[in-house]
């Protein structure tokens, strides 16, 4: 089989460079998210003060998983590849990667339940289920992506099928480790992603649309306009945290399946659809900090100290204020004349 035509953007080297510099970005980043949930969170937010920690989590666990332990170099249209992290373990890392994805989808439908049954479901019945569909999504979440695993092919056969779906060999790892297939058929491996993704899509999409449709028509919910107004600010700013999440899970996802239907190669691809995946956790936190007023204004709290006007002092000369003393006493003593 010959050999592709390299670039370093399709290079190991590259995504290995690429993955560590967004590491090093991303944990400062996090550490601040963190401090920003616990100790900025103001009182009119602190009913998801705890679930913003919970989806800040799982969006670390998945930065940690793919840019620092994992570093996936994926050789699509073959289902297989090698990782580079300190750990060899690309199997499960690749679950672990596909889980977290799951649980960030999943945390981010909680947050918007809350929304709404703080706001409107206390008196419906969604109010005597709502903690068994919660935890039946999070008990899902693990499950998602467990097939695939109980199903790995034996790795010698699977890698002579996955050099043949290759149109040519692209630049391979100098650490000698083994390729490894993570399947050798699509079926199974596209329901599990279809399940996994459509299930957290549902559940975001009923609880947004219920959120704006209850916000819109709040007339005779006896809602007071200030909590309407505050909350409606709170439910959009939530609403652009999550496209984000979205936006750069739903487009890689649907490329990869792409990839492999269509036997597409393109390792130059293969690796910026892996760093979209990798910069959704630095993504994820700025948005977070800059759509929510209490983080966005501790954020630029230095800027608006060293930017903020002095107040003007004026301070009167000594001749002048002692005339000025004088002249008021004599207009007194004038007046008391008269």
């Given at each position: 089989?010959?050999?592709?035509?390299?670039?370093?953007?399709?290079s190991?080297?590259?995504?290995?460079?690429?993955?560590?510099?967004i590491?090093?970005?991303a944990?400062?980043?996090?550490?601040?998210?963190?401090?920003?949930?616990?100790?900025?969170?103001?009182?009119?937010m602190?009913?998801?003060?705890?679930?913003?920690?919970?989806?800040?989590?799982?969006?670390?666990?998945?930065?940690?998983?793919?840019?620092?332990?994992?570093?996936?170099?994926?050789?699509?249209?073959?289902?297989?590849?090698?990782?580079?992290g300190?750990?060899?373990?690309?199997?499960?890392?690749?679950?672990?990667?596909?889980?977290?994805?799951?649980?960030?989808?999943?945390?981010?439908?909680?947050?918007?339940?809350?929304?709404?049954?703080i706001?409107?479901?206390?008196?419906?019945?969604w109010?005597?289920?709502?903690?068994?569909?919660?935890?039946?999504?999070?008990?899902?979440?693990?499950?998602?992506?467990?097939?695939?695993?109980?199903?790995?092919?034996?790795?010698?056969?699977?890698?002579?099928?996955?050099?043949d779906?290759?149109?040519?060999?692209?630049?391979?790892?100098?650490?000698?480790?083994?390729?490894?297939?993570?399947?050798v058929?699509?079926?199974l491996?596209?329901a599990?992603?279809?399940?996994?993704?459509?299930?957290?899509?549902i559940?975001?999409?009923?609880?947004?649309?219920?959120?704006?449709?209850?916000?819109?028509?709040?007339?005779?919910?006896?809602?007071?306009?200030?909590?309407?107004?505050?909350?409606?600010?709170l439910?959009?700013?939530?609403?652009?945290?999550?496209?984000?999440?979205?936006?750069?899970?739903?487009?890689?996802i649907?490329?990869?399946?792409l990839?492999?239907?269509?036997?597409?190669?393109?390792?130059?691809f293969?690796?910026?659809i892996?760093?979209?995946?990798?910069?959704?956790?630095?993504?994820?936190?700025?948005?977070?900090v800059f759509?929510?007023?209490p983080?966005?204004?501790?954020?630029?709290?230095?800027?608006?100290?060293?930017?903020?006007?002095?107040?003007?002092?004026?301070?009167?000369?000594?001749?002048?204020?002692?005339r000025?003393?004088?002249?008021?006493?004599?207009?007194?003593?004038?007046?008391?004349g008269?």
């Amino acid at each position: 089989m010959i050999s592709c035509h390299n670039h370093y953007l399709g290079s190991p080297d590259f995504i290995r460079l690429t993955f560590h510099l967004i590491t090093y970005l991303a944990i400062p980043l996090h550490v601040f998210g963190f401090y920003c949930i616990i100790c900025k969170t103001p009182n009119h937010m602190r009913s998801i003060k705890w679930l913003l920690l919970n989806l800040h989590t799982w969006c670390i666990l998945l930065d940690i998983t793919i840019s620092f332990l994992g570093i996936p170099y994926i050789l699509y249209p073959a289902i297989a590849g090698y990782g580079l992290g300190p750990i060899e373990s690309p199997g499960l890392f690749f679950y672990l990667g596909v889980t977290f994805i799951a649980g960030v989808s999943t945390s981010i439908f909680v947050v918007f339940e809350n929304r709404y049954y703080i706001l409107f479901g206390e008196s419906t019945f969604w109010k005597h289920i709502r903690k068994y569909g919660i935890a039946i999504s999070y008990i899902l979440v693990p499950l998602y992506f467990l097939p695939p695993q109980l199903f790995i092919p034996e790795q010698e056969k699977a890698r002579e099928i996955a050099w043949d779906m290759l149109q040519c060999i692209p630049e391979l790892p100098k650490n000698n480790r083994p390729l490894f297939v993570i399947a050798v058929e699509l079926p199974l491996i596209a329901a599990t992603i279809g399940v996994g993704a459509l299930i957290p899509t549902i559940e975001c999409g009923t609880f947004l649309l219920l959120n704006c449709y209850n916000l819109i028509y709040t007339s005779s919910s006896g809602i007071s306009r200030h909590t309407v107004k505050m909350q409606h600010r709170l439910v959009l700013a939530l609403i652009i945290q999550s496209s984000i999440t979205f936006i750069l899970f739903l487009i890689p996802i649907s490329m990869i399946i792409l990839f492999v239907y269509f036997r597409y190669q393109n390792q130059i691809f293969n690796n910026l659809i892996f760093v979209s995946l990798a910069i959704h956790g630095i993504a994820s936190t700025l948005i977070m900090v800059f759509v929510h007023s209490p983080y966005r204004d501790f954020a630029f709290s230095p800027i608006y100290w060293f930017t903020k006007k002095p107040p003007i002092v004026r301070v009167l000369p000594s001749v002048l204020l002692s005339r000025n003393i004088e002249t008021q006493r004599e207009t007194s003593n004038v007046r008391i004349g008269i």
